[in-house]
């Protein structure tokens, strides 16, 4: 059985290889699958959304579940590319593609690491690897029946860390306001309300309503990320609605109504000042078609999740990546992750550590080091060792 650093980075780019928006990760799934049946899993199956999970038996130690994703983001504009976005190639040591960095790399790595533990002997726990589905539409949503079905001791998600330890990091709503007007010809704009003007009136306000801050995971952000009115094209017509997308990154403890409730009372605030004014705001929900023909939908509100530094399980993952000649930094993701169910959801005890660096992901050209996969692998597999271990 070949686990070299070879056979890994050709798994990295079949990864690659392969074309998987959102709900269409098949074919990356049956290449994941298929490399855990090739490496000697015990078991390996694919659940209801499509999720590959491979699992390799141990002692009675406790059971540590690694996890990266399969979707990636779309791409663009590929003639912006030097290359085939696809074309899955080593370029100047690194493996180049979409998804190279966010993040299937990660994703080989962990099935590698898992089988080479095997091959060394049984660990002292039950290993898990998935190869999620949707999370860059729905963190954590998918990966909750992964969690579920294992119930997991301690969870080590692979997005890009640069190789240092993560012990939290923000989550994400997807917060939506909505202004309404009244339709008028726009050459007696005086007859109507403007669904524009009443959301420009409120947006400097809504910029302006203060935002907690955390000293580990540092402040939340509420950004605008599109606005959109309606009727469109506006034929002569005032616009009857007016939609504003904001991003809202998340700290720890925080629910809707912490989110909702200030921006909420500023829509109040505004109405009993203007009584012709009409505003809403909620957080979005959506639904996915996954590739196995299942339906994933909710509320786009995923929770930040954090651990202490002195946590039992940070101090043992670090003394295990320490046996490696590996001494990384502790610190938390910016982004938000499929941490946000284990950690933030179902308070498992939850490490992000992965080869890459967070601006890496969604770019154009993205490509990541060979160097950072290898490593990588060789800490997933001390991480494995050391967290499967009895206390």
Not at 78 to 90: I, K, L, M, Q
Not at 212 to 226: R, W
Not at 249 to 271: F, H, Q
């Amino acid at each position: 059985m070949d686990l070299s650093d070879e056979r890994l980075i050709r798994l990295c780019c079949d990864l690659v290889r392969c074309r998987t928006v959102t709900g269409e990760e098949k074919p990356a799934a049956d290449v994941a699958a298929a490399a855990m049946r090739e490496f000697g899993y015990d078991e390996v199956r694919v659940d209801r959304l499509g999720n590959v999970v491979g699992i390799v038996r141990g002692g009675p130690g406790p059971t540590v579940l690694l996890d990266g994703h399969l979707d990636t983001v779309p791409v663009a504009n590929p003639d912006a590319w030097s290359r085939d976005p696809f074309c899955g190639d080593v370029v100047d040591g690194a493996v180049y593609g979409r998804g190279s960095a966010d993040m299937k790399s990660a994703v080989a790595a962990m099935i590698v690491a898992g089988a080479r533990v095997k091959a060394a002997g049984r660990p002292a726990g039950n290993v898990v690897v998935s190869a999620s589905v949707c999370e860059e539409l729905f963190e954590g949503k998918a990966f909750a029946e992964v969690v579920e079905a294992v119930q997991p001791d301690v969870v080590v998600i692979g997005e890009a860390t640069e190789l240092r330890l993560n012990r939290g990091g923000r989550g994400r709503a997807e917060v939506v306001v909505e202004t309404a007007g009244v339709p008028a010809h726009s050459s007696t704009p005086h007859m109507g309300v403007n669904a524009v003007y009443q959301m420009m009136a409120v947006l400097p306000r809504l910029r302006a309503v203060p935002q907690p801050t955390d000293p580990f995971l540092g402040p939340a952000i509420l950004e605008l990320t599109d606005i959109i009115s309606a009727p469109y094209p506006g034929a002569s017509v005032l616009p009857v609605s007016c939609r504003v997308t904001f991003d809202r990154r998340l700290l720890v403890g925080e629910d809707e109504a912490a989110v909702l409730d200030p921006l909420r009372a500023m829509l109040d605030e505004r109405a009993r000042e203007d009584p012709r004014f009409k505003g809403t705001v909620a957080v979005a929900h959506d639904e996915v078609c996954c590739y196995t023909g299942a339906t994933l939908g909710g509320t786009k509100f995923a929770h930040a999740w954090a651990f202490p530094e002195d946590h039992p399980m940070v101090r043992r993952a670090l003394a295990g990546l320490a046996a490696t000649g590996q001494q990384p930094q502790v610190g938390h993701y910016r982004f938000c992750t499929n941490g946000s169910h284990s950690g933030g959801v179902a308070r498992i005890p939850t490490l992000g550590y992965g080869p890459g660096r967070e601006d890496q992901a969604h770019v154009t050209d993205e490509a990541l080091a060979v160097d950072q996969i290898t490593r990588a692998c060789a800490g997933y597999a001390a991480l494995i060792r050391t967290l499967t271990s009895p206390s």
